[in-house]
């Protein structure tokens, strides 16, 4: 699986959007980008997920480069429950996720 | 809304014992996975499973781990002599794997403390 690198904190005001980034230079043509976060112990939890066309759902909107080399999550009003760590993946349909350390947002009032 | 359940929530053992760690899976749900966070650390994938048997394993999935569903409902972990660097929280996670991505759905975990 495509290694990613997402910066490891970011701040976000409550109620501004929250954009944060990954960059996956090595994705293959087959490989989706995934995106979930974890809050504080919980499981992680799915958000969203991307091929090649930018997404929306009523968690968050996915943002693919034309190149597939990078893509932004964005939640666009931000709430302090959205306080996590976010984790973007690569990976193919049925295998294991691989996390990194992802991008530890806190969203502050 | 359906969700993977886990039991324990918190299990304490002596370092040896075995320990059995359970999973209800989300009912039509297809492939199966055990993952685990040592305190402070990234979540590491131990195994998936499909169509009753083993698909992946990592390199933590050694011996002293193995997996089973039972019963077409529960699929637990099984780790037969614990260590002390077995203490981690572990999840489990479910895939419906319908179109071809990868939405995990997991657990809210057990607590294992090895002592």
């Known amino acids: 699986d495509a290694k990613t690198t997402q910066p490891p904190s970011m701040d976000c005001a409550e109620g501004r959007a929250a954009n944060l980034p990954c960059n996956h230079s090595?994705?293959?043509?087959?490989?989706?980008v995934y995106w979930y976060r974890q809050i504080h112990s919980q499981g992680p939890q799915y958000i969203i997920h991307g091929l090649k066309n930018n997404e929306t759902n009523e968690m968050a909107s996915l943002i693919i480069t034309e190149d597939r080399k990078s893509s932004t999550l964005i939640l666009p009003h931000a709430t302090l429950r959205d306080t996590a760590v976010y984790y973007c993946?690569?990976?193919?349909?049925?295998?294991?996720?691989?996390f990194g350390g992802g991008t530890r947002l806190m969203v502050k009032p | 809304e359906p969700e993977v359940t886990q039991t324990p929530s918190h299990q304490v053992t002596q370092m040896g014992q075995e320990v059995i760690l359970r999973c209800v899976p989300i009912s039509n749900h297809l492939y199966f996975y055990w993952y685990r966070q040592i305190l402070g650390q990234k979540v590491e994938f131990l195994v998936s499973f499909y169509n009753n048997e083993i698909s992946e394993k990592s390199e933590i999935f050694d011996d002293q781990f193995s997996v089973e569903r039972p019963d077409g409902s529960n699929f637990t972990l099984k780790i037969r002599s614990t260590k002390l660097e077995d203490s981690a929280m572990y999840f489990c996670a479910s895939n419906p794997l319908t179109g071809a991505y990868n939405e995990q759905f997991f657990g809210p975990g057990t607590r294992l403390t090895v002592l």
């Open positions: 993946i690569v990976g193919n349909a049925g295998n294991m996720l691989t």
């Open positions: 090595t994705i293959s043509g087959n490989e989706y």
